[in-house]
Nanobody, 122 residues
Framework: QVQLVESGGGLVQAGGSLRLSCAASGSTFNFKAIGWYRQAPGKQRELVAAISRNGNTNYAASVKGRFTISRDNAKNTVYLQMNSLKPEDTAVYYC????????????????WGQGTQVTVSS
């Protein structure tokens, strides 16, 4: 069972940047697909970005060109670099490991970390 810990969230002004980290313990990330999700108050959790075990990526249309997902298998960590942040990016961000990556998205498994809050002020 993989334990996931998200970090790197915070308060930032619109146009700013943050880098989120998702660190795993209990198992290796190396052969797992990873997805980053977010959930804003009153809204459903949505997929933001995903990366396959081979490094292929896909992104939600709302973040494409602004966010970059990457992985460092040596550190058992996946990152989400978020640039040009907008107030509508405000949400709790979660990572999910071990789901199924496909070209149009990612099917998560039921295990989630505690999330990290991102707040973008206008």
């Amino acid at each position: 069972q993989v334990q996931l810990v998200e970090s790197g969230g915070g308060l930032v002004q619109a146009g700013g940047s943050l880098r989120l980290s998702c660190a795993a313990s209990g198992s290796t990330f190396n052969f797992k697909a990873i997805g980053w999700y977010r959930q804003a108050p009153g809204k459903q959790r949505e997929l933001v970005a995903a990366i396959s075990r081979n490094g292929n990526t896909n992104y939600a249309a709302s973040v494409k060109g602004r966010f970059t997902i990457s992985r460092d298998n040596a550190k058992n960590t996946v990152y989400l670099q978020m640039n040009s942040l907008k107030p509508e990016d405000t949400a709790v961000y979660y990572c999910n490991a071990g789901g199924t990556y496909y070209s149009g998205g990612y099917y998560p498994i039921s295990s989630w970390g505690q999330g990290t809050q991102v707040t973008v002020s206008s």
